[in-house]
């Protein structure tokens, strides 16, 4: 019986190459996106800790502290989440001056996602 010559279509090889290049596509564009994903979360934590460093040090100097020098480990609830800040105070060429570097982190022994340093005016 010969073969109809009439219909024109994929052969199943055809097809499976087809699917297989698709598949691979697909994969590759899922990866790209939870690789951005991951980015953009990362970089929003970045900068709230950012925040939470610059805002402690405001409060600092908005209630005209004057710590001795030496290291304060402080836990903070902002942004509905717990952050963990390190502050360390050094003393100064200038008697009424004190150098405070803010660190903070995720979690207590985590990576520090901000660091920020700023300067104590002694209160009068």
């Known amino acids: 019986m010969p073969a109809d010559r009439g219909y024109r279509g994929f052969t199943l090889l055809e097809v499976l190459v087809a699917l297989t290049i698709l598949a691979l596509a697909l994969g590759a ?16 934590e970045r900068t709230q800790s950012f925040l939470i460093a610059e805002n402690q040090l405001h409060r600092f100097q908005a209630e005209r502290l004057w710590p001795e020098a030496g290291v304060r480990k402080d836990r903070i609830d902002q942004a509905h989440r717990r952050w963990y800040g390190l502050a360390t105070f050094e003393s100064t060429p200038d008697p009424d001056l ?3 570097t ?6 207590e022994d985590g990576p520090v996602l901000a660091r920020l340093t700023g300067f104590l005016a002694r209160p009068r």
């Open 98 to 100: 004190r150098r405070a």
């Open 29 to 44: 564009l899922i990866k790209t996106a939870a690789d951005h994903t991951a980015l953009i979360s990362d970089l929003d």
């Open 102 to 107: 803010l660190e903070v982190r995720a979690t």
